[in-house]
């Protein structure tokens, strides 16, 4: 039997508040044993994990992976691969794909594509609505018997309150979540980046914080009616978190998630980085995103994800607005052709294989614990998608596991990524910390000492 020793770790265990020094034992695909005292069979592959963190697999909530439907911007094996690249063991797959995920093939054709990438675990979403249509709900049961585990209409809101109340019953009454992209479209239409002084220093619509809080708050009230859970993707303001913080003491079962890029830019950032700076919803004021690491630090934020959105240049505009960035912030307002550009140049960022380099920065300032980080970034994800045998170190559980070097440096370098995109507003940051080995079902997937590779 395949035996891995992982020797003289931190580990980190939120589920049961473990933070201690010691050995790791996997026997096949569980962990089997952990502690202090832990002796070494003497068969096992040992890897000396002194100075490094070992921690459950991280799980993203929420990731596109673009398959099937846009090879040229990710593909189910590169998407996974960039996850183990990361440090993720597991990644949740929106639905916006094409064909859409709305129907039991296409959840099928994702997880028997997975495991050939010989890297982290695809957890399918399904759509919330036929075709993200946002009027007919796909058959719940049907889903969740193909292996969904979550639904999502994410890239697009649901705006019929109606079909809102039909798709938080269904998914109560199938044991899975919704997890709800929270735009008042009437309010961001046409709109470039966030409202403020940037984007009328470029002279650009803005999106206003509104157009977040006002639907989150219609959605809240209906969750609270209802008695149902509900899910929040991409939290970005101020508002919304109070309006969560507030709801949730009254009862509300709301999770919510925020995006490395959320905590760590702010709307500036769009004058140094243009299309690669622009998502939905956009990067906010700098105050939001003070909030948003309050959040992450007091408990009233469950989770980081990433938001992982690919795309190649042709979508982000690159050959109109490349001459236009980066520019000063005194710098005179857009062209109308690029301000156009900018408002139509495609949604969001990657992010699997830098979002723990940048989470561990709230570390490294004291802002959260080792143990909170993994609590942000495994067993609170876990618990969201009911992987219940994922999220936590205890012996039986599945041996997914992510080793860190919370001291090593190193530059973001997207040319070297597994992602097939390159649109990060993070080239050439310095990061401390890194994951350098994944481990998925007690296979090593990601072994950052000799790049990626099925090493053990
Ligand atoms: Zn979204």
Not at 230 to 250: K, M, P, Q
Not at 263 to 276: E, H
Not at 337 to 362: K, Q, V, W
Request: charged share 20%.
């Amino acid at each position: 039997m395949k035996r891995i020793m992982l020797l003289d770790g931190r580990l980190l265990d939120p589920r049961s508040k473990l933070d201690t020094d010691g050995n790791l034992l996997i026997e096949s695909d569980r962990i089997v044993g952990l502690g202090r005292d832990l002796p070494v069979p003497a068969d096992a592959l040992k890897i000396d994990c002194h100075g490094l963190w070992v921690m459950p697999g991280l799980i993203d909530p929420h990731v596109h992976l673009r398959d099937p439907g846009f090879p040229e911007k990710e593909t189910i094996r590169s998407g996974l691969r960039a996850a183990a690249a990361g440090g993720f063991t597991a990644v949740a797959a929106m639905a916006n794909t094409a064909p859409v995920n709305d129907t039991p093939e296409i959840t099928r054709y994702m997880l028997e594509r997975a495991p050939a990438a010989e890297a982290a675990r695809l957890v399918p979403v399904a759509a919330v609505t036929r075709g993200l249509r946002g009027r007919d709900l796909v058959d719940f049961p049907a889903m969740v018997q193909a292996g969904a585990r979550m639904f999502s209409d994410d890239g697009l809101p649901l705006d019929d309150v109606g079909v809102l109340k039909q798709a938080l019953e269904a998914a109560a009454s199938a044991g899975f979540a919704v997890s709800l992209h929270e735009e008042d479209r009437a309010l961001t239409v046409s709109g470039a980046m966030n409202a403020g002084a940037v984007a009328q220093a470029l002279g650009v619509k803005g999106i206003p914080a509104s157009a977040e809080t006002e639907r989150v708050g219609r959605d809240l009230a209906i969750a609270r009616e209802l008695g149902t859970p509900l899910h929040l993707a991409h939290v970005s303001t101020a508002g919304a978190l109070d309006l969560i913080t507030a709801a949730r003491a009254a009862g509300v079962a709301v999770s919510c998630e925020v995006t490395p890029h959320h905590f760590i830019l702010d709307d500036r950032t769009v004058l140094t980085c243009g299309a690669d700076a622009r998502m939905a919803p956009p990067l906010r004021s700098p105050l939001d995103r003070d909030r948003l690491r309050r959040g992450l630090a007091d408990g009233s934020i469950d989770m980081i994800a990433t938001d992982h959105a690919p795309h190649d240049p042709d979508s982000k505009q690159h050959s109109l607005l490349a001459r236009h960035f980066p520019r000063s912030c005194a710098a005179a307002p857009l062209p109308d052709e690029a301000a156009h550009a900018l408002a139509t140049a495609a949604n969001g960022i990657i992010g699997l294989e830098t979002a723990l380099g940048l989470a561990l920065t709230l570390v490294h300032e004291g802002l959260i614990t080792p143990l909170r980080l993994v609590e942000l970034m495994s067993a609170n994800p876990a618990r969201l998608l009911r992987l219940d045998n994922l999220g936590t170190l205890a012996a039986g559980a599945l041996a997914d596991i992510t080793v860190v070097d919370p001291k090593l440096e190193w530059t973001v370098n997207p040319e070297q990524f597994c992602s097939l995109s390159r649109n990060t507003p993070f080239a050439g940051w310095r990061l401390k910390g890194q994951a350098v080995l994944t481990i998925v079902a007690g296979r090593v997937v990601h072994d950052a000492r000799r790049g990626s590779a099925d090493a053990a």
